[in-house]
């Protein structure tokens, strides 16, 4: 432990337990002795100073009075000061001293004189203002069981007024000692609270805390045994500061303070960086020191084709039965069709695939892929039969439809919930079930989920595939994410640039459009044979 000190003392004298009735009028009934101690008018004192290994001894003194009594110089005031630092005055009543001498630590001599104390006439030394004194009185030192009392003369002579004493005496210890010294430094890893155990006295005005020399502790509880002190912040990678401590202009501690470097726990199973304690996982592990890792299920990315067939009237009712199936299809085929380079490979334990090439939201139950793939299969059979049969069979065609369409929304899967929303540019997906949301973006793009890992490419015409449970947000000019039955999308360059669909209203849009397309080609049909009809 790196201790330092300096040892202050403080020697106090008092007069004779009995009280002075007028101040400088004291009688001591023990001796039935009668003092008169009263200052001269204009007149002021002198005091020496003495200084030596053992410290500094400075003493300001009056004959009797008040600390409070000093309207002026003409009047000495009673005081007394620490060698250091400076505090209040304290009244020390009577106090006589010249040459002090320390002869050790533990014994200090005062040798006084007939030149110890002078009280000056201000008046030119004008005798008429001169008054003659004579006192005699008790001096006691140290306030302890072994007192030593020595007999005092006071007068005045050629107007400085004097006081003599006749022998010297020694006495023991300091009535006080005060020892300003550092014991140690408490820390609390990873916090800038510092506390700084020793002793530093009263004042904490005067008490300067620094760490290398530039940064300031800033002191927030302040104790003569204790202080509490604030820095910047703790530093996480530990090491050796130097801490000094000033009291005043005398007293200084430079102390070497060890800081221990903030670890994290496991040392993130060597799968991550640990910053201040937390660990950052690298991709595809999460938990408070990585011991988790990401299952991501194997995901086939498949694309759609749609073929428009142009041709004669007899021919436009298959093209508009096609068209009413690829609309009933939507929904699985928005999926983007420019995943289709990679509609073969799935991506195993791989979560992103990159390969160069206004506030709104929507909301929509879940269902599993396939689920919504054989229902919109359904969907597009039934209107396919439908576009071949009378409208009687095609009433009841599209009743079937829309039973297997009800059905599949009972399935106990399909219980689920998946939000869309575009916040600041950004297409936000959330599903509270346990398939994964799958996004493909197009240009300068990058998806985020709170799992903990990042899809990122930087490239202006690259495509990149994201998949993430639960939830994710990706950020791209063009980006199309599918959860379910729902799928939302989000271009810039479109004048409606978020839009977001489920396969269940599209089933139902493509019965509708199934029956205007039956519909309409019964009025052609009509239409044909009356202009045939007129012709002939």
Request: proline share 3%.
């Amino acid at each position: 432990m790196d201790q330092q000190q300096k040892t202050i003392s403080e020697f106090l004298f008092f007069i004779t337990s009995n009280q002075a009735s007028n101040l400088c009028q004291i009688t001591d009934s023990s001796r039935s002795q009668y003092y008169n101690f009263t200052i001269p008018s204009n007149y002021n004192y002198e005091t020496n100073i003495t200084d030596n290994e053992f410290g500094s001894f400075k003493y300001l003194f009056n004959l009797c009075g008040n600390v409070n009594d000093c309207p002026n110089n003409s009047q000495s005031c009673q005081k007394f000061y620490y060698d250091y630092p400076l505090v209040q005055p304290r009244i020390t009543g009577l106090l006589s001293t010249g040459v002090v001498v320390v002869l050790s630590e533990g014994r200090v001599e005062y040798n006084y004189q007939s030149n110890n104390i002078s009280i000056i006439n201000n008046n030119d030394n004008n005798s008429n203002d001169c008054l003659t004194r004579y006192s005699k009185y008790t001096l006691l030192c140290n306030n302890n069981t072994n007192r030593y009392f020595n007999d005092i003369q006071c007068f005045t002579f050629s107007c400085t007024y004097t006081c003599i004493v006749k022998t010297f005496y020694a006495c023991p210890l300091p009535l006080q000692k005060y020892e300003y010294r550092y014991n140690e430094t408490r820390l609390i890893k990873g916090s800038n609270i510092i506390t700084i155990i020793g002793r530093f006295g009263l004042d904490s005005s005067i008490l300067d805390l620094k760490f290398n020399n530039t940064i300031q502790c800033t002191i927030i509880q302040f104790g003569e045994f204790q202080v509490q002190c604030t820095i910047p912040s703790y530093p996480p990678w530990g090491g050796t500061s130097n801490l000094a401590i000033k009291i005043g202009n005398d007293f200084i501690s430079n102390t070497n303070i060890q800081f221990d470097p903030i670890l994290c726990f496991n040392t993130c199973s060597n799968r991550g960086i640990c910053n201040l304690g937390q660990c950052n996982c690298n991709f595809g592990w999460f938990g408070s020191y990585c011991q988790y890792r990401f299952n991501w299920p194997s995901t086939t990315w498949a694309s759609t084709t749609t073929t428009t067939t142009t041709g004669s009237p007899s021919s436009s009712s298959q093209s508009s039965s096609s068209s009413s199936s690829s609309d009933s299809s939507s929904s699985s085929s928005s999926s983007d069709s420019s995943s289709s380079s990679d509609s073969s490979s799935s991506s195993s334990d791989s979560k992103c695939t990159s390969s160069d090439s206004n506030s709104n939201s929507c909301s929509g139950s879940g269902s599993s892929s396939s689920n919504s793939s054989s229902s919109s299969d359904s969907s597009s059979n039934s209107t396919s039969s439908s576009s071949d049969s009378s409208s009687s069979n095609s009433t009841s065609s599209s009743s079937s439809s829309s039973s297997s369409s009800s059905s599949s929304s009972d399935d106990p899967i399909s219980n689920h919930t998946a939000k869309c929303s575009l916040k600041k540019g950004s297409l936000e997906v959330v599903y509270d079930g346990d398939e994964y949301i799958k996004c493909t973006t197009r240009g300068k793009s990058k998806c985020e989920s709170p799992g903990g890992y990042e899809c990122e490419t930087p490239t202006p015409k690259a495509t990149l595939k994201c998949s993430a449970p639960k939830q994710i947000t990706c950020k791209a000019a063009n980006v199309i994410c599918r959860v379910g039955n729902m799928t939302c999308s989000y271009f810039d360059d479109d004048n409606d640039p978020f839009s977001c669909t489920s396969s269940s209203s599209s089933s139902s849009s493509s019965s509708s459009s199934s029956s205007y397309s039956k519909l309409s080609n019964y009025y052609y049909t009509i239409l044909i044979i009356i202009v045939g009809m007129f012709w002939c």
